[in-house]
C-alpha cells in the first residue's frame, strides 16, 4: 500500500489551523509544525495588554484543537531552513521534516523600519510576552505618577503615546481612554487617571486608512470623546526613555514627552519566509512578502503553498488583500481543497478569491466602526456586531463562555480583572524604569 500524501504545515495560526482542520477528512497525513504550543487570537490581545482578559482565554494549545483529527499530528519547533528540491524543511533543532505539499503560514513580526533599538522603549504588541510587557507598562506608570512629586516628571509617566492608527492602534488608544476615565477613576489619591493623555501619532492623514474615510472619522470622533489625541501625517524619526520625535509633512520636528510608548505600526515577513524567498528565488514585494500564483503557490515550485501575512496577494481589482485573520483562513481553507484535489487526481480548481466579510475596529463600550458586506455602521450596532464575531471566531468554547463573561462585567462594571503587574517586582521595575530615564537624561545634556 503506498504510503500517504505527506502535508506539512509550519504555523499554527489562523491559516495553518484552517487548513489543518479542512484537511481532516482527506487522505493524507497532515503534520503541523509551530514554535508555540498554542494558537492565539491575536486581534484580542491588545485586551491583554489592558487588562480585560488573560492570556489563557484568547489561546488555545493546537494539540487540543486538533487532538480529534486522526490523520494529523503536531510538533513543537521552529522551522529555520528549507531544502525546496528535496522537499525538506530544517527545524531549528536540528531535525529535519519532509512533504509532498507545504504549506506556508508563520505569519509576520513587527518591523521598526530599521530602528530596531527604539524596541526597548516602544514593545510591540505581536505575542503574549509582548502584552503582558504592554500591560505591565501601562499599569507600571500609574503607579509611579502616584509616587512622583514633580508635576512635571508626572505628566510624563501620564502621557502614554501608541505609534500607530491603524485596528491594533486605535483599539489600543480606545481601550487606554476607558481605563483613564472609567476603571482607575476612584483608585488613586495623589493622581487624576483621567488627566492622562493618550496621543496617537501615524504617518497617514487619517486613522484606519484602509477603511472608508466616512468610518475613520467616525472612529476619531469616538477616540476624542475618550480623550485620545490624534497626530496625523507625522513621521516616527526618534524613540527613547523620554518619549518620541515626529516629523511633520512641512519637515518640522516635534517632540512628545513621555515615558510610555507602544508600537502598533509596520510589520515585516517572518525570518523563515526571508530564507524560503532565498532559496527559492521567488519575487518579493513591499515589506518582503512574497508573490505568488493565483492558486497561492510559489512560482516553479507547485508543492509549496504560501498563506496569510506572508504572501502578496491581489483581488480582481490588482488591489493587495490585506493582512487580516479572514484572508488567512480563506487561503488556508483553499489550499486545503487544492491539495485534496490534486491527491485524488484532479487538477480543475478556480483561482483563490477573498471574499470580504468586512472591516472591524472597537473604540470602546457600545462604540465601534465596522464596514459589514459593504453597510457602514458605527456605534453600538457596529460594537454589537464586532462582540458576535469576535466570540465566533474564538478558536475553543470554553474561551467563548469565559471571555463572553468577562465583556459583561467589564460592560456593567468597567473593572479589569487581569491588571496584574507581572514579572519584575513593581517596585524594582519604578527604580529600573527611573535611574534608565535619568541616564538618557544626563546623556543629553552632555
Known amino acids: ?29 497532515v503534520t503541523v509544525v509551530d514554535r508555540r504550543n498554542f494558537h492565539l487570537f491575536q486581534p484580542l490581545l491588545y485586551q491583554v495588554a489592558t487588562g480585560a482578559l488573560s492570556p489563557g482565554e484568547i489561546a488555545a494549545p493546537i494539540r487540543g484543537v486538533l487532538g480529534g483529527q486522526k490523520n494529523t499530528r503536531v510538533l513543537l519547533g521552529e522551522a529555520v531552513d528549507i531544502d525546496p528540491k528535496a522537499r525538506q524543511v530544517q527545524l531549528k533543532d536540528g531535525t529535519s521534516v519532509s512533504y ?28 503574549v510576552e509582548d502584552a503582558t510587557m504592554v500591560r505591565h507598562r501601562i499599569l507600571l506608570a500609574f503607579e509611579t505618577a502616584e509616587r512622583v512629586p514633580d508635576p512635571a516628571e508626572r505628566a510624563k509617566w501620564l ?3 501608541i505609534v500607530g492608527g491603524g485596528p491594533t492602534g486605535v483599539e489600543l488608544a480606545g481601550a487606554l481612554g476607558e481605563i483613564a476615565h472609567h476603571t482607575l477613576l476612584h483608585e488613586f489619591r495623589s493622581i487624576r487617571p483621567e488627566d492622562a493623555k493618550i496621543i496617537v ?27 485620545v489625541t490624534t497626530y496625523l501625517g ?24 513621555a515615558h510610555t510608548v ?68 480563506q487561503g488556508g481553507s483553499y489550499v486545503a481543497r487544492v491539495i485534496e484535489k490534486r491527491v485524488e487526481g484532479t487538477s480543475d480548481f478556480k483561482p483563490f478569491r477573498y471574499f470580504d466579510k468586512g472591516e472591524l475596529a472597537v473604540i470602546g463600550r457600545g462604540a465601534a466602526v465596522a ?51 507581572t514579572g519584575q517586582a513593581a517596585s524594582d521595575s ?17
Open 1 to 29: 500500500m503506498p504510503d500517504k500524501h505527506r502535508v506539512v504545515i509550519l504555523g499554527g495560526g489562523f491559516g495553518g489551523l484552517n487548513a489543518a482542520q479542512a484537511l481532516n477528512q482527506a487522505p493524507v497525513d
Open 100 to 127: 509532498d505539499s507545504l504549506i506556508v503560514a508563520t505569519g509576520s513580526q513587527s518591523s521598526y523600519f530599521g530602528h530596531d533599538e527604539w524596541s526597548e522603549w516602544a514593545p510591540p504588541l505581536k505575542s
Open 159 to 161: 502621557t502614554f503615546v
Open 201 to 227: 501619532v501615524d504617518g497617514s492623514e487619517r486613522l484606519l486608512s484602509t477603511y472608508p474615510a466616512d468610518l475613520s472619522q467616525k472612529a476619531e470622533r469616538q477616540l476624542a470623546s475618550l480623550g
Open 234 to 257: 507625522r513621521m516616527v524619526t526618534c524613540v527613547d526613555a523620554n518619549g518620541i520625535s515626529a516629523k511633520t509633512k512641512t519637515g518640522e520636528v516635534e517632540h512628545i514627552q
Open 262 to 329: 507602544i508600537w502598533a505600526a509596520g510589520v515585516a515577513i517572518s525570518e523563515f519566509g526571508r530564507q524560503l524567498a532565498k532559496r527559492t528565488g521567488v519575487e518579493t514585494v513591499r515589506h518582503g512578502l512574497l508573490k505568488v500564483n493565483p492558486n497561492l503557490t510559489l512560482p516553479g515550485y507547485p508543492d509549496i503553498f504560501v498563506i496569510g501575512d506572508l504572501a502578496y496577494v491581489t483581488d480582481d481589482k490588482g488591489k493587495p488583500l490585506p493582512g487580516v485573520a479572514q484572508v488567512a483562513m
Open 371 to 421: 464596514k459589514v458586506f459593504g453597510a457602514h455602521l458605527s456605534g453600538f450596532i457596529a460594537w454589537l456586531v464586532w462582540l458576535f464575531i469576535h466570540l465566533l471566531y474564538i478558536v475553543e468554547f470554553q474561551s467563548r463562555v469565559l471571555v463572553a463573561v468577562e465583556w459583561g462585567f467589564l460592560y456593567l462594571t468597567w473593572n479589569r480583572g487581569a491588571r496584574l503587574i
Open 430 to 446: 519604578i527604580a529600573a524604569t527611573t535611574e534608565a530615564a535619568d541616564k538618557v537624561r544626563a546623556a543629553m545634556r552632555s
